[in-house]
């Protein structure tokens, strides 16, 4: 069984996941920062870099997410997903296209990949999305007090247009059901308890579907994981 784990930088999908791992005994699949990515200084090398390795850069993610989800398969069991590779695609490849960053001939040959690859074992859809989300004065609030130094210094009009792609994206999202977890609502990492109240919902959700451990120790959740991780590309 898979869950996904899906919304904004910013919106606590990382922390999400852990605690989620660690509450149904579950395997956890995160992002890396430290795979090594040949097209990603170029890409960020100008607009110019940007328009030459677009297409590059995002197969380059397209290639190493399906690989991990292969690795997953092989060793089996049930995992929860750090972002999906639904927005790979849907979100973030198909922004740089809309932005002229990617050509209509390279965005057609990445919808055509793409496609294809939709009907690989290895993207079998989850059970259940989880999709975090909020205004973006509250995301913009959480990157600032808690992202990354990169994510800090971004400008505020790229987080504009990923908020909105990600409300068309979700919009029209239809891979799998969705549980809708408003971010205002649930304190991720200043309320341990709030994980508990989410993990309830999905429960509630899901049933039998999901493993039980009684091994859970809320205070560690949102820092604890299961020995297995399979590390994924990290993006943007």
């Known amino acids: 069984m898979l869950l996904g784990v899906a919304g904004m930088v910013g919106s606590g999908k990382t922390t999400l996941s852990r605690a989620l791992a660690a509450r149904f005994g579950l395997q956890l699949a995160l992002e890396s920062v430290g795979d090594d990515n040949p097209w990603l200084e170029r890409f960020y090398d100008g607009p110019d870099g940007m328009r030459a390795f677009g297409l590059h850069l995002q197969l380059h993610f397209l290639a190493t997410r399906f690989a991990a989800m292969r690795r997953m398969i092989g060793l089996g ?12 695609a849907e979100v ?8 002229g960053y990617m050509s209509s001939d390279d965005w057609q040959l990445y919808q055509q ?21 909020g205004p973006l004065d509250t995301i ?28 068309r994206w979700i ?8 549980l809708r977890l408003d971010v205002r609502e649930y304190d991720l990492m200043g309320d341990p308890g709030a994980v508990e109240e989410v993990a309830a919902r999905v429960g509630a959700l ?23 991780t399979v590390p994924r590309p990290v993006y943007h």
């Open 77 to 88: 069991g049930s995992w929860v997903l750090d972002r999906t590779w639904y927005e790979d």
């Open 92 to 99: 973030f490849a198909r922004g740089l296209f809309d932005q």
């Open 113 to 133: 990949l793409y496609a294809e690859l939709l009907h690989a074992p290895a993207a079998r859809p989850p059970r259940l999305l989880l999709y975090l989300h």
């Open 140 to 167: 913009l609030e959480r990157i600032a007090t808690r992202g990354r130094p990169k994510e800090r210094d971004t400008a505020t009009e790229y987080w504009r247009d990923l908020h909105a792609r990600y409300d």
């Open 171 to 178: 919009a029209g999202f239809h891979h799998c059901p969705v």
């Open 206 to 228: 899901l049933g039998d579907d999901l493993p039980q451990t009684e091994l859970w120790p809320p205070a560690a959740a949102a820092g604890a994981a299961p020995a297995n």
